[in-house]
């Protein structure tokens, strides 16, 4: 699976030319004109990097920037700037809202592509976090004095989909306890309902997760997402 990509940029020969050179580097990208559409998306779908262009009608990038590490899905996503500016204080309210990277105009094929492979580290981490691997494990919910049992229908480094008798409703906190392997304590950590899909499925996004969790997860699901990818 590749890294997925969104321009935004209101200028659409310069995000078709981002889109192009980010293909032909292996990368899944797409591109928007409207912040405000962009806006919307990202806090639906999953990207694991979003270049903004710097100067756009409101949201402007950095505004966007500030959107995006606010929410839910795309808060760790790796942004990069696009500026023809080099002015400190942009660059610093840039950093501040969460900016990673620069890329800066006149966009130039070899300057994007040694961008990229300056950030494919953070990209591709964010990537393995963030994929899917179709495996059903048990898993308990547990919300105030409710407890739900079900299974997980696919699982990731963030979260999982679980499919049990009924679903919590979006933005339900809850604790969950999961068994990786049969005759191993379950793995628990907080964790916050994202999506509900019909009745009885419903996505969850790991909260918290201590090191020691954190790291039995990677070990386990590890080899499984490299053997997927």
């Not at 890329?103 to 990229?116: G, H, V, W």
């Not at 495996?135 to 739900?148: M, P």
């Not at 909260?207 to 039995?216: C, K, M, V, Y």
């Amino acid at each position: 699976m590749p890294a997925k990509v969104l321009v935004v940029d209101d200028d659409p020969l310069s995000g078709e030319l981002i889109c192009e050179i980010l293909r032909s580097a292996g990368m899944d990208a797409s591109f928007l004109t409207s912040s405000i559409e962009a806006a919307g998306l990202l806090k639906r779908e999953k990207y694991h990097a979003v270049f903004l262009d710097m100067r756009m009608p409101p949201p402007d990038g950095v505004e966007l920037a500030r959107q995006i590490r606010a929410s839910r899905v795309n808060a760790s996503t790796v942004i990069v700037m696009i500026t023809g500016e080099e002015e400190r204080t942009l660059m610093k309210r840039a950093f501040e809202a969460g900016v990673e990277f620069f890329l800066f105009k006149p966009i130039a094929r070899n300057k994007l592509l040694k961008l990229i492979r300056v950030a494919e580290g953070p990209i591709e981490r964010e990537r393995r976090r963030f994929t899917r691997v179709r495996i059903r494990c048990r898993v308990s919910l547990e919300s105030g004095n409710d407890h739900l049992e079900g299974t997980t229908q696919d699982l990731s480094l963030s979260g999982a989909l679980v499919q049990s008798g009924r679903a919590y409703p979006l933005g339900t906190r809850v604790t969950v306890s999961l068994e990786l392997e049969a005759g191993t304590p379950a793995l628990r950590s907080n964790a916050l309902v994202v999506r509900t899909v019909g009745m009885d499925r419903m996505g969850i996004h790991f909260e918290n997760l201590a090191p020691a969790e954190s790291i039995r997860l990677q070990e386990y699901l590890l080899p499984l997402i490299l053997a997927a990818t």
